[in-house]
């Protein structure tokens, strides 16, 4: 069973950091893309960020770029989501997203609120 599980969401201050976690399993994460896309109250879905399968390639949102890193370790089947000088304006449910060819995983989302 294909199965994607992020944590380290919750309440952080203006200017606060903290680190998301996605742990895979029932695939072979490896050889998989992985993005992290969030959806804010009352809007669609933004895609964050993307790192390839090898982790040499990463990309970001420019509403993110310089304060969120994305990395992956492929022998823990994680990818990570490092996100310093946080705004109000990220406050949002946050995915993570394998992908590959026509497979296409989703996990259950987690929430991060930026609020004093």
């Known amino acids: 069973e294909v199965q994607l599980v992020e944590s380290g969401g919750g309440l952080v201050q203006p200017g606060g950091s903290l680190r998301l976690s996605c742990a895979a399993s029932?695939?072979?994460?490896?050889?998989?893309?992985m993005n992290w896309v969030r959806q804010a109250p009352g809007k669609g879905l933004e895609w964050v960020s993307h790192i390839n399968a090898g982790g040499g390639s990463t990309y970001y949102a420019d509403s993110v770029k310089g304060r969120f890193t994305i990395s992956r370790d492929n022998a823990k089947n994680t990818v990570y989501l490092q996100m310093n000088s946080l705004k109000p304006e990220d406050t949002a449910v946050y995915y993570c997203n394998a992908e590959q060819l026509v497979d296409d995983y989703w996990g259950q989302g987690i929430q991060v609120t930026v609020s004093s």
């Open positions: 029932g695939f072979t994460f490896s050889s998989y893309t």
